[in-house]
Nanobody, 128 residues
């Protein structure tokens, strides 16, 4: 079992930055692929970014490439999402997710249903 707790959300102006954190507990954090997903009101949950445990490879949704950076600290059992140049469309509830599965491809890593554990989410609001 893995428990995930997100933090770092808040209100930011368009063009600003936020750093989200997801603290994990309950298992060997370094063996988990970690992902960030988001959900805007009235919209489906969508993939944002992930970092694969097996090789540290990072994958991003196209609209956040070059603006967001996912990273992990296996000593602190924490995964981060640095978000720069925020846009109105980036607003929503951001969820951290974890999976012990191996063999994720750059496509399957984007599938939320393949993650086993989820945090409660943290709200990101972007104002114009």
């Amino acid at each position: 079992q893995v428990q995930l707790v997100e933090s770092g959300g808040g209100l930011v102006q368009a063009g600003g930055s936020l750093r989200l954190s997801c603290a994990a507990s309950g298992s060997t954090f370094s063996n988990y692929t970690m992902g960030w997903f988001r959900q805007a009101p009235g919209k489906a949950r969508e993939f944002v970014a992930a970092i694969r445990w097996s090789d540290g490879n990072t994958i991003y949704e196209n609209s956040v490439k070059d603006r967001f950076t996912i990273s992990r600290d296996n000593v602190k059992n924490t995964v981060y999402l640095q978000m720069n140049s925020l846009k109105l469309d980036d607003a929503g509830v951001y969820f951290c997710a974890a999976s012990p599965k191996s063999g994720f491809s750059v496509w399957t890593i984007k599938i939320g249903g393949l993650y086993d554990y989820w945090g409660q989410g943290t709200q990101v609001t972007v104002s114009s």
